[in-house]
């Protein structure tokens, strides 16, 4: 799995944009991004994932550069429910034959203030 | 929607113990890990089995074992217990198709005394 760098910390005010970035230079061509959020003593959550194009869900979208040797993930309106460490995890596809378990490095502790 | 189901949510040893924590993945899921979190630490991989048979090797010791049964409940039994092993320990499951998207459960928070 390719090397990841996440910011260790960030602060965000409630009802706005947190912007989590995640640099992974050393990316190869089919490996995909991953975010996944750990909210205090509970069990990681994922969020979302994509491989180039930019994707959208329920809970965030993904911003994936045109090099794809970063990527920001997006929480459009964030409450005191979104902090959490966010992890950022860049592995092969599914459909490799790669070990299954998730490395879980030093993520981001977003704390969203009032 | 059903969620891993992990039991007990607490659990009290003492040292040289033993301990056993169990785990209901999804319905349907094949596949469960299992993940030990220390104080202040990253979740880490212990084990994980895929259609009952053992998949992969995390960072388990020798005096931990696991298994998963015909029903794919899985049972993480821990014995001569340590001070050190006091941690979260999650299991999570998934489709061995869509591996890396898990689903972790609530955690069991085993302490040793």
């Known amino acids: 799995d390719a090397k990841t760098t996440q910011p260790t910390s960030m602060d965000c005010a409630e009802g706005r944009a947190a912007n989590l970035p995640c640099n992974h230079s050393t990316i190869s061509g089919n490996e995909y991004v991953y975010w996944y959020r750990q909210i205090h003593s509970q069990g990681p959550q994922y969020i979302i994932h994509g491989l180039k194009n930019n994707e959208t869900n329920e809970m965030a979208s993904l911003i994936i550069t045109e090099d794809r040797k970063s990527s920001t993930l997006i929480l459009p309106h964030a409450t005191l429910r979104d902090t959490a460490v966010y992890y950022c995890?860049?592995?092969?596809?599914?459909?490799?034959?790669?070990?299954?378990?998730?490395?879980f490095g030093s993520g981001t502790q977003l704390t969203v203030l009032p | 929607a059903a969620g891993v189901i992990q039991s007990p949510r607490h659990l009290i040893k003492e040292k040289r113990e033993t301990a056993t924590l169990k785990c209901y993945p999804i319905?349907?899921?094949?596949?469960v890990y299992w993940y030990q979190q220390g104080p202040g630490q990253d979740p880490q991989f212990l084990i994980s089995f895929y259609e009952k048979m053992q998949s992969d090797k995390g960072s388990i010791p020798d005096r931990f074992s696991a298994q998963q049964f015909s029903d794919y409940h899985s049972e993480l039994n821990m014995s001569s217990l340590e001070l050190g092993d006091s941690a979260l320990y999650f299991c999570a499951s998934s489709l061995t198709l869509a591996k890396n998207i898990q689903y972790f459960g609530a955690g069991t928070r085993l302490s040793v005394l």
């Open positions: 319905p349907r899921h094949d596949t």
């Open positions: 995890i860049v592995r092969v596809g599914d459909s490799s034959g790669s070990a299954r378990q998730l490395t």
